[in-house]
């Protein structure tokens, strides 16, 4: 249902068995789902995704290690899926003409050729959200537009060994730091400091450029020379440097925001993204009051002149080692929901 949801088309692949006889019991579990997907191919034929977010993968830039994905790829995927927005995976090839907001996670290097495109497109009006490393020009020594409204301050600390912290996972949040946002990204989240285990970019704003949000720098960073029984040292309680920055229609995120999503996911990261989110995109394609577990696609079938919304609830357990489960169907009812259409409706059909 998630293919045909996302307009690919899914397929079952079988061998035959020694004897010669096919498994009843597989082809009735096969046919009961093929049958439900026979009543939506209607609503599949010819459609197209509409979308109107692009989110850069760094896969031109890097191979994931052990993954099928990069990580601050996969946590923004999931942050916008759980919030209902409508996106789709880009890179620095793609057209962007059709996107209202670009979203750079963490780890996209932005060369001469890239920022001329990207500034294009801000001309024409669009919107992008960068973080971390994001906007680096490839040999990482300052970013590569004024767009985004802030310069590097320094490479930032580094370990026992020399090497750079910025963007490492450590086990017990060795260097965290702490974000306090300012009034407007503070929807949904108390106003205390809020943890980001993973160290982010020592940035400075530029004139002109609005911070939405502090860096609180813990009281000290956990290494062999200090001792924390908690799981992070504590705040110092001491604003120290920019960790969220709007210029014009561009913000900027200092925190690898995403991958920590993929790591852990706490829901303040998820937020805070969506805030600042709201900020740049405050009438999106789709809005509803279900559960974040539900996946939505609004697809359009042009021919027929109609777009087609796909609801999905189901919740994937690790009850294993190896993969997810999903043995219940839980229904959800009475799901308000509101489109941003470009064209007078003239007929609504569950």
């Not at 040999?139 to 409204?149: I, P, S, T, V, Y």
């Not at 020379?225 to 001491?238: A, D, E, L, V």
């Amino acid at each position: 249902f998630r293919m045909i949801a996302m307009n690919s088309k899914c397929e079952i692949g079988d061998q035959l068995p020694p004897n010669g006889v096919l498994e009843p019991a597989v082809y009735e579990l096969i046919g009961g789902v093929y049958a439900s997907v026979e009543e939506k191919e209607p609503w599949c034929r010819g459609a197209k995704a509409v979308s109107e977010i692009g989110v850069f993968t760094p896969e031109t830039y890097q191979t994931p290690s052990g993954d099928s994905m990069p990580s601050g790829l996969r946590g923004a995927s999931r942050m916008l899926e759980e919030a209902g927005h409508q996106f789709e995976i880009l890179d620095e090839e793609s057209d962007l003409s059709t996107y209202r907001v670009l979203i750079l996670p963490d780890h996209i290097p932005v060369s001469v050729d890239f920022a001329a495109k990207l500034q294009a497109y801000l001309d024409n009006g669009g919107k992008l959200m960068a973080s971390f490393e994001s906007g680096l020009a490839p040999d990482g020594a300052e970013l590569a537009l004024d767009a985004f409204g802030v310069s590097k301050a320094s490479d930032g600390p580094v370990d026992a060994e020399g090497k750079l912290v910025r963007g490492v996972v450590f086990e017990r949040g060795d260097y965290a730091e702490y974000l306090l946002p300012g009034e407007s990204l503070g929807d949904g989240l108390p106003p205390v400091e809020h943890v980001m285990y993973i160290r982010g970019m020592d940035v400075e704003a530029k004139p002109g450029a609005e911070v939405l949000a502090e860096i609180v720098p813990a009281v000290f960073d956990r290494t062999w020379k200090h001792f924390c029984s908690h799981r992070q040292s504590p705040s110092g309680g001491i604003v120290a440097a920019p960790a969220i920055v709007r210029n014009g229609d561009v913000i900027y995120i200092s925190s690898p925001i995403f991958t920590q999503y993929n790591q852990n996911a706490p829901l303040w990261c998820k937020q805070l993204v969506l805030n600042a989110l709201e900020l740049l995109l405050p009438n999106p394609l789709l809005r509803h009051d279900g559960p974040s577990t539900i996946l939505t696609t609004l697809n359009e079938q042009a021919t027929l002149n109609r777009q087609v919304l796909h609801l999905l609830h189901y919740i994937p357990e690790r009850r294993g080692l190896d993969f997810d489960i999903i043995e219940d169907v839980i229904p959800v009812y009475d799901v308000a929901l509101s489109l941003r259409v470009e064209k007078p409706v003239s007929s609504v059909t569950l």
